[in-house]
Nanobody
């Protein structure tokens, strides 16, 4: 079992950057695949990025977001650059078994979730 705590959200203007952090209570290296999802009001939760050996990104995040991890700190980061108003959402960190071969995009395959952090991008 692993607990996840996100931080780093806030209110920014379009074009600004934010870095989200997800601190895990257990060792994540070679134990868990770590991902970020987001959910905007009235919309379904959607995949943003995942990291196992390297980053995998949704089309909406490619070229602007970078997922990384610090194994020594059991922490995953999401660097978000060139933010747009449509990036406004609650961002969630999620974890699942390293050995799962399910699609990264399917949120039901992740048993562990953080509480979420709000990101608001004004135009």
């Amino acid at each position: 079992q692993v607990q996840l705590v996100e931080s780093g959200g806030g209110l920014v203007q379009a074009g600004d950057s934010l870095r989200l952090s997800c601190a895990a209570s257990a060792r994540t290296s070679s134990s868990y695949t770590m991902s970020w999802f987001r959910q905007a009001p009235g919309k379904e939760r959607e995949f943003v990025a995942a990291i196992k050996w390297s980053g995998v990104y949704a089309d909406s995040a490619k070229g602007r977001f970078t997922i990384s991890k610090d194994n020594a700190k059991n922490t995953v980061y999401l660097q978000m650059d060139s933010l747009k108003p449509e990036d406004t959402a609650v961002y969630y960190c999620a974890a699942r078994s390293w050995y799962s071969s399910a699609s990264y995009y399917e949120f039901s395959t992740y048993p562990y979730w953080g509480q979420g952090t709000q990101v608001t991008v004004s135009s």
